[in-house]
């Protein structure tokens, strides 16, 4: 029996092949883990051999080689000697002239070695107007000269939050302006736990599909449709789910949906299709073959003069194996395709989804009435929209049709503080908008069926209710 410390320390340690984020301030990267290949972070490029072993977490300096250096925790806030500081900077003017170190003694100093705290004790030792700043402004000087001649990076675990402030900083576009907050409000809303089912559409490159399996921890099924000729997964895949993970993910296309509504779905369509049409290259590539045969009188002796050249008939055997051997692998890949889409197709059939998880770039209302008849009642559903206007015709449409209750319609706002002594304030910069979600809790469609005439009297009804009570009371009284 394993021990439970050792499994829990390895999977803190970094190994070859695991995907990475490389961080540097607030810029993330996802990487994977690979000897001797080069990697580009922030202009600069390194080698990740040094990382295998050491725990997540941990941070590196970039040498001139490329080479990572691992830093010890004591030595991670190295400090600086300032010497003393000034009251105020009202006498201090920036006219560019009190660094002494010009930008070739700075290169001159890269070239000899100098490390990036070395580099900033000097330009310290060299300002002129250093001594006279306030405390605070030295420390914001360090920090901003720190991030510009330090090389350091610091290698995190891949999670849900790390990854989509990765891309909310860096391709917000490809995950439709998804902010971390907001996926956080749709993981809860959408009552993501281990051993639901869940139906999740989206198009933000596998950022809210691998979100829902790493909350669900490997327990429980999770069906994916995608537009298009197949799933988009890079944002799931910079995870890296152990293979236990994956055995819970099925996949469908969303162009069969109607297919599978109306009952007339075909999962052997394709696979039968690509079966004749093997056939028919076969036949078409067999013809020819014929036909020179029955030439007996030209092409006999050609033919034979082609069996006796032993090169020539060992090239035309390894070319008929490798054909016959991609024949093979694209038939065993479309029976994959078909057994997956045949498990998928099951799952929906039952029509008992725990939950519904959209957030696509496509207009939300169609997709959103269509997915809800396979969720089963009383289970919540959440919709991700960039924009307001989508999800408010949503949200008409289920009021008028039925079918969903406790209806909410949300946008988040979140704002970045500085939190430093005698300095805590909220930072300048913030984000203008992180989209708005639409959630809700299904119903069952007879209940909604039979309370159907009075949701659309609505207030009338209640008004003529009242006007028959008055007209009673008013005849007792006469």
């Not at 991700?384 to 949300?410: D, F, H, N, W």
Request: with cysteine.
């Amino acid at each position: 029996m394993a021990d439970p410390a050792v499994d829990s320390d390895e999977e803190s340690r970094i190994s070859e092949g695991d995907y990475v984020v490389l961080k540097r301030g607030d810029v993330y990267k996802s990487v994977q883990i690979e000897k001797r290949k080069k990697v580009i972070f922030e202009k600069q490029w390194m080698f990740m051999d040094n990382t295998v072993g050491e725990l997540y977490g941990s941070t590196f300096e970039v040498d001139s080689g490329g080479k990572l250096i691992l830093r010890k925790p004591n030595n991670i806030e190295d400090s600086t000697d300032t010497k003393g500081a000034g009251l105020d900077n009202r006498h201090i003017v920036d006219d560019g002239k009190s660094q002494k170190l010009t930008r070739d003694d700075i290169e001159s100093l890269k070239e000899q070695g100098l490390k990036g705290q070395e580099i900033i004790q000097q330009l310290i030792d060299n300002s002129t107007t250093f001594r006279d700043k306030t405390e605070f402004a030295q420390e914001k000087y360090i920090k901003k000269k720190k991030k510009k001649y330090e090389s350091n990076v610091t290698v995190l675990k891949p999670s849900s939050r790390i990854l989509a402030m990765m891309y909310h900083g860096r391709e917000p576009g490809k995950v439709c302006h998804l902010r971390y907050d907001t996926l956080a409000q749709m993981l809860t809303v959408g009552n993501i736990h281990a051993g639901s089912k869940i139906i999740v559409f989206e198009t933000c490159a596998g950022l809210v599909l691998g979100s829902v399996m790493e909350r669900m921890g490997g327990h429980g099924s999770v069906i994916q449709l995608y537009p298009g000729g197949g799933p988009v997964r890079a944002g799931m895949e910079s995870f890296g789910f152990p293979s236990h993970f994956h055995n819970t993910l099925h996949e469908f296309p969303l162009c069969k949906l109607n297919a599978l509504l109306s009952g007339t779905l075909n999962v052997s369509e394709k696979d039968m299709d690509s079966r004749s049409n093997g056939r028919s290259d076969e036949q078409a590539s067999s013809c020819p073959v014929s036909t020179d045969r029955g030439d007996e009188s030209g092409s006999e002796p050609q033919s034979m003069e082609v069996s006796t050249d032993p090169a020539e008939a060992k090239k035309k055997e390894d070319s008929e194996k490798l054909r016959e051997q991609k024949a093979q692998e694209k038939r065993v890949r479309l029976e994959e395709k078909r057994k997956r889409l045949a498990a998928a197709a099951a799952l929906l059939e039952g029509r008992n989804a725990d939950g519904l998880v959209i957030a696509s770039r496509f207009h939300p209302c169609p997709v959103l009435l269509g997915l809800l008849k396979f969720v089963a009642p009383s289970r919540p559903f959440v919709v991700y929209c960039q924009y307001r206007e989508p999800l408010i015709e949503c949200y008409t449409k289920l009021r008028e049709q039925g079918g969903a209750v406790s209806l909410r319609l949300t946008d988040s706002w979140l704002r970045h503080y500085q939190v430093l002594p005698n300095r805590t304030h909220p930072v300048l910069l913030m984000s203008g908008g992180g989209g708005y979600l639409l959630s809700g809790i299904t119903v069952s469609a007879d209940a909604a069926a039979t309370s159907g005439p009075q949701q659309k009297s609505g207030e009338p009804a209640a008004k003529r209710i009242k006007l028959d009570e008055i007209k009673s009371t008013s005849d007792s009284s006469a």
